[in-house]
């Protein structure tokens, strides 16, 4: 499909040029022209302030420097007029015709190309998303997460990136410790002895059902065993777990990296050295920049080993080792990060919980210390959900296994309903998740809104066949003005995966999709395709444009990662 804003500003731009040329504007560098979908009724299909943009350089008025342009801008047929409109913008709207055509093109693209771009072509993109240890199984709380991510590869790919999905995770530190210590004494009590368990161990009823499969499986092999298998046991069961939890929701992982693989490799320390031969790394008591009281505090600490991020405008240099010898969280993560760049992709998207935000800061300065690229490494914060339930908030504690995990969620509202309403706000704005309203099927819920224009295209269409009607050979031209109202619609849907690519926000997808439902729907109760008073060959024409809507809300729905249901 014709992506309209880039070609028209193709337009501007070899018009400026043109316009140069014939001596009428006045050398100089063409900038990036933008186009963009008019806002208000009565200024055409799209808009452009270039004019006005250009006005200084051009040394004339906006609204003559508008004109030159549009004295040299060529017409193609799918343009029906450019004007001048206001202090100097450029006003297009499209030929009618052109539009109507865009049901066939709508159909050959079909559900899984429509309005796809070319922004990331021949490019590799990463996103890596949810990363949660695993020391339990995928709660509410990851699933915001967890869809986020998968809808923005999701958007990614139709953007024209060739998208990997990561999973990044640590099954060595104190939290897969307790999980094993948690799976051993519940397994040895399942054996009948009487041992006490870790006083902030593991709780969920999951630990006491693994530990009866454990000794289903291997009797009482292991009751002098240490913590270790029960940690390995207990790690494979919960992967498992998290990957059919992920299935359920329409999410699969390309690739789980393990952090413990940098480690063994050798890569934290490399990337430890690296940064220190850039002069960004030192060790000491204390920071460069402390105070004399804070040197007289740390005098009887051990040496750590300091990365200096005052130099990118932190507030204080960040400990990369302890004194103690144990790395912080930090030079993994800048190892990790390295690994990524090394594996050639040209866009890196991280989504994160709210307490990673300075991490990440420090993580990219990290990059930079390497003397290697950080523009190209992105983040999508996510805050908080508030699962609500009969009008109060529920409480979520892993530790002492009161959680509703993304399982239970699922069996009570549908892989759908949480997809959508996960999407159903900006990540970095705290939601509500109010199980009572999301499982309401009325207009009211987003989600039975949406999928019902899909179950009413398809209910169209499937009496039509029954009744022996084909639509292949409609007479477009007869559509009408509610029709194109909706074609112009779908056409936004490329500026909203370009928008939601370039700014890392796939919330506007489900936006979009409840705007492109609110066209619709009135559009239904008024154009029919079968009946008395139809003329046979309009009912053909709005057939064909149902089949059209059809294959848009497929679009849409996947781009979410959710179904198209064909009855309710």
Request: charged share 25%; glycine share 8%; hydrophobic share 40%.
């Amino acid at each position: 499909m014709i992506y309209y804003p880039q070609v028209l500003a193709d337009l501007v731009t070899n018009a400026l040029a043109a316009a140069q040329a014939a001596g009428e504007l006045p050398t100089f560098v063409l900038p990036d022209i933008t186009v963009q979908p008019s806002q208000k009724a009565g200024q055409g299909d799209y808009n452009t302030n270039a004019a006005m943009l250009l006005s200084k350089v051009a040394q004339q008025p906006p609204r003559q420097v508008a004109e030159i342009i549009l004295k040299h801008l060529t017409r193609p047929e799918y343009l029906q007029e450019a004007v001048v409109a206001g202090a100097g913008f450029i006003n297009f709207t499209l030929n009618p015709n052109a539009l109507k055509a865009l049901v066939e093109t709508i159909i050959a693209e079909g559900s899984d190309t429509l309005c796809s771009l070319t922004i990331g072509a021949g490019k590799r993109a990463q996103v890596e998303f949810v990363s949660a240890n695993p020391s339990g199984p995928i709660t509410i709380g990851h699933a915001r997460n967890a869809v986020t991510g998968d809808t923005m590869a999701r958007l990614l790919e139709a953007a024209g990136y060739d998208v990997q999905r990561e999973y990044y995770f640590n099954n060595a530190g104190n939290q897969m410790v307790l999980l094993g210590k948690s799976l051993q004494a519940r397994y040895l009590q399942a054996l009948g002895l009487d041992v006490a368990f870790p006083e902030d161990g593991y709780r969920g009823d999951y630990i006491s059902e693994y530990a009866q499969k454990l000794v289903e499986e291997r009797g009482d092999t292991l009751k002098d065993a240490d913590w270790q298998p029960f940690k390995e046991y207990a790690e494979a069961q919960m992967f498992a777990w998290i990957k059919r939890t992920l299935e359920r929701v329409n999410i699969r992982h390309d690739q789980f990296f393990n952090e413990n693989s940098l480690f063994e490799s050798g890569a934290v320390w490399d990337t430890l050295k690296a940064m220190e031969a850039n002069g960004y790394i030192y060790r000491a008591k204390e920071w460069e920049g402390a105070s004399a009281e804070e040197h007289a505090k740390a005098a009887d600490l051990q040496p750590a080993t300091w990365f200096r991020t005052t130099r990118f405008g932190d507030e204080k240099d960040r400990v990369m080792v302890k004194g103690d010898g144990v790395p912080t969280y930090t030079l993994p993560d800048i190892a990790y990060h390295r690994n990524k760049i090394e594996r050639g992709f040209d866009l890196m998207v991280n989504v994160l919980g709210a307490d990673h935000g300075q991490q990440y800061k420090v993580v990219a300065w990290g990059i930079q210390a390497l003397g290697l690229p950080a523009d190209n490494i992105h983040v999508i914060i996510i805050q908080m959900v508030k699962t609500m339930r009969d009008g109060k908030e529920f409480k979520i504690s892993k530790r002492a296994g009161i959680f509703d995990t993304l399982d239970d969620l699922i069996d009570m509202v549908g892989a759908d309903a949480i997809r959508f309403h996960m999407l159903g706000r900006s990540a970095n704005t705290h939601l509500t998740f109010d199980v009572d309203e999301v499982v309401k099927q009325s207009n009211d819920n987003p989600v039975y809104y949406i999928q019902n224009a899909h179950v009413r295209c398809a209910s169209i269409l499937r009496s039509a066949q029954e009744r022996g009607i084909c639509d292949e050979g409609a007479d477009l031209t007869l559509l009408g003005a509610d029709e194109l109202t909706f074609i112009r619609k779908v056409l936004e849907l490329q500026d909203i995966i370009a928008l939601a690519v370039n700014q890392y926000e796939p919330h506007r997808i489900a936006f979009y999709a409840k705007e492109l439902a609110a066209t619709f729907h009135p559009i239904y109760d008024r154009v029919r395709a079968m009946g008395d008073g139809v003329p046979e060959d309009v009912g053909k024409a709005r057939l064909r444009f149902y089949r059209a809507a059809q294959v848009a809300f497929q679009r849409v729905l996947g781009l979410m990662g959710m179904s198209a249901p064909e009855r309710m």
